[in-house]
């Protein structure tokens, strides 16, 4: 699949080109001289991320959505496509191989994750002066330890950490899970960073937390101008985020790219079967739900033998029998992009017969 959308007439940020990341699945007892299992986590996606850019890529579980987002920060080489930083695949500078004039040092730098749970990535051996402090020790070594300490006094009260110099003495198991967070946030803005991939960073917060660390990530982003791809299983913090930052969003499925665009579009005007399902499975963006889940099926299918065709066929109530035989290309339709068949009036879709309720599907392998 070739997911793509309108680009801007400066450089994009980051570009990811058709990338892949496939994993081979560990043989089992009983699996000695077989072919090894790929798993297909990231299957031929493609978009931008602009300055000052809001992504959100949201989907269930296994969706590979997680090794996306760290794709596009650097953490995840991909094993197929391209990803270029400003213009300049980011791998050749890792490698040392690029012409551009740019340090990988730097492009790590600038390239920062706020993971899901932020006490597992906190020393909680040390306290939070110095935990901050070392990132400004190897990206700043010319401060000196006041200049230090005054920038993460800054950025702490910043986050609403108040008294700063209160809060910098402490440990991380002295902190509730929401200050840990912002700890993590601050860690990240630090380093004035181009791209902050969040990663669930707001999931293990209560509900009536995580409006406020959105509406602060979102505050911080007009100081600090960098860019966030948001990764969120619920469609409703995605939207909020997305919609409030005013950025778009990606769904996910099976590592591809169900539909890509603009939050207030994809949200309001869904095109994707799947993206219709999320929404309606959403209580707070479903107006109206009938008794029953508008899904064939459940169960998703097993991401090393995806189905063959359509990949979401199997659970599409709208899947016809050309979506078991043929692999939907991304369509542009205004600002967003969709992979499925019904975006053209004319396509043998139409025409071709509709699959029954317990049809056994056809998968990659068969």
């Not at 197929?80 to 690029?98: A, C, L, P, V």
């Not at 330890?145 to 198991?173: C, Q, T, W």
């Not at 890509?260 to 994707?272: L, S």
Request: charged residues 25%; negative net charge; glycine residues 8%.
């Amino acid at each position: 699949m070739r997911q793509t959308r309108p680009t801007t007439r400066e450089e994009p940020l980051i570009s990811l080109r058709d990338v892949e990341v496939h994993f081979e699945n560990e043989r089992g007892l009983f699996d000695f001289g077989s072919d090894p299992r790929v798993v297909r986590a990231v299957d031929g996606v493609s978009f931008d991320v602009e300055e000052n850019d809001v992504i959100s890529l949201v989907g269930e579980s296994g969706c590979g959505k997680t090794t996306l987002g760290k794709s596009v920060i650097g953490l995840q080489r991909p094993t197929g496509g391209t990803i270029n930083y400003r213009g300049h695949d980011m791998w050749e500078i890792r490698d040392g191989t690029s012409d551009a004039n740019i340090d990988w040092k730097d492009v790590r730098t600038s390239l920062q994750i706020i993971h899901q749970d932020p006490g597992s990535s906190l020393n909680p051996n040390r306290r939070l002066i110095a935990i901050l402090s070392e990132p400004l020790r190897q990206t700043h070594p010319e401060l000196s330890a006041g200049e230090k300490r005054e920038r993460i006094y800054s950025l702490l009260e910043r986050v609403g950490m108040n008294p700063a110099a209160d809060f910098a003495e402490r440990y991380p198991h002295q902190l509730s899970g929401g200050e840990q967070q912002r700890v993590a946030l601050c860690r990240a803005l630090l380093m004035n960073p181009d791209v902050i991939l969040a990663d669930e960073a707001i999931s293990a917060l209560d509900v009536s937390l995580r409006v406020e660390m959105m509406d602060l990530m979102l505050d911080l982003q007009e100081e600090f101008g960098t860019s966030y791809v948001f990764i969120s299983h619920d469609l409703s913090n995605a939207r909020y985020f997305s919609q409030h930052g005013g950025g778009k969003i990606g769904v996910m499925y099976l590592g591809e790219l169900a539909e890509f665009g603009p939050a207030e579009d994809v949200i309001n005007d869904p095109q994707h079967p799947y993206t219709k399902v999320l929404r309606w499975a959403t209580p707070n963006l479903s107006e109206r739900k009938t008794g029953r889940l508008p899904m064939r099926k459940i169960d998703i299918p097993d991401p090393v033998n995806p189905p063959a065709g359509c990949r979401f066929h199997t659970r599409c109530p709208e899947a016809r029998a050309v979506c078991k035989q043929q692999h939907p290309a991304a369509t542009t339709v205004g600002d967003q992009s969709v992979t499925c068949f019904r975006m053209h009036d004319d396509h043998e879709y139409w025409n071709s017969p509709e699959l029954e309720a317990d049809e056994a599907a056809i998968t990659a392998d068969d």
